[in-house]
T-cell receptor
């Protein structure tokens, strides 16, 4: 299994509070991704990174920001959490892009916004 | 955005039976990936396919990249209770360097 950890694994927070989720990898993979998983929607890409300090938006990026200051860490921040951001968040990594983009997922963070 | 139609949505089978599920799209894909997700865990990559017509096995699992490049299927032979979980397909569109398109999953239940 790819060495990917996510923290925290569970979090309950209140509407309007900032939240930061962390993804840490030990595989030295260049590409990192944040997804959310919701019933009826499957996995949807929030943001991704193609290198240190290089990030871009995915399909559901509104209300989220990311940062990557080191190869091994990719942070997802909800600036002001809303109930619609209650979800399970997964980090993924891949060693390449293009046609061989095999993505490996972390264990997930379950976030509840009250 | 692009969609992958994954079917069936759920399956209830007896231990020992074979299982087949598939993903179809109106778009051509360069890559097909199959994942399995256990409750409370992240998806685990089972099989990756890169060429049209490619047939790849991983133990009791066999997956194929459709000739038209618009579909893929996954077969599980002689199912066992630990096969229970949600199976996802994912595809990569031409020119989409980073983005995978995911199906909504097939929930598999195996009765011992």
């Amino acid at each position: 299994d790819a060495g990917i950890t996510q923290s925290p694994r569970h979090k309950v927070t209140e509407t309007g509070t900032p939240v930061t989720l962390r993804c840490h990898q030990t595989e030295n993979h260049r590409y990192m991704y944040w997804y959310r998983q919701d019933p009826g929607h499957g996995l949807r890409l929030i943001h991704y990174s193609y290198g240190v300090k290089d990030t871009d938006k995915g399909e559901v990026s509104d209300g989220y920001s990311v940062s990557r200051s080191k190869t091994e860490d990719f942070l997802l921040t909800l600036e002001s959490a809303t109930s619609s951001q209650t979800s399970v968040y997964f980090c993924a990594i891949s060693w390449t892009s293009g046609a061989y983009n095999e993505q490996f997922f972390g264990p997930g963070t379950r976030l509840t916004v009250l | 955005g692009q969609q992958l139609n994954q079917s069936p949505q759920s399956m209830f089978i007896q231990e020992g039976e074979d299982v087949s599920m598939n993903c179809t799209s109106s778009s051509i894909f360069n890559t097909w990936l199959w994942y399995k997700q256990d409750p409370g865990e992240g998806p685990v990559l089972l099989i990756a396919l890169y060429k049209a017509g490619e047939l790849t096995s991983n133990g009791r699992l066999t997956a194929q990249f459709g000739i038209t490049r618009k579909d893929s299927f996954l077969n599980i032979s002689a199912s066992i209770p630990s096969d229970v979980g949600i199976y996802f397909c994912a595809g990569q569109l031409p020119g989409s360097n980073y983005k995978l398109t995911f199906g909504k999953g097939t929930l598999l239940t195996v009765n011992p």
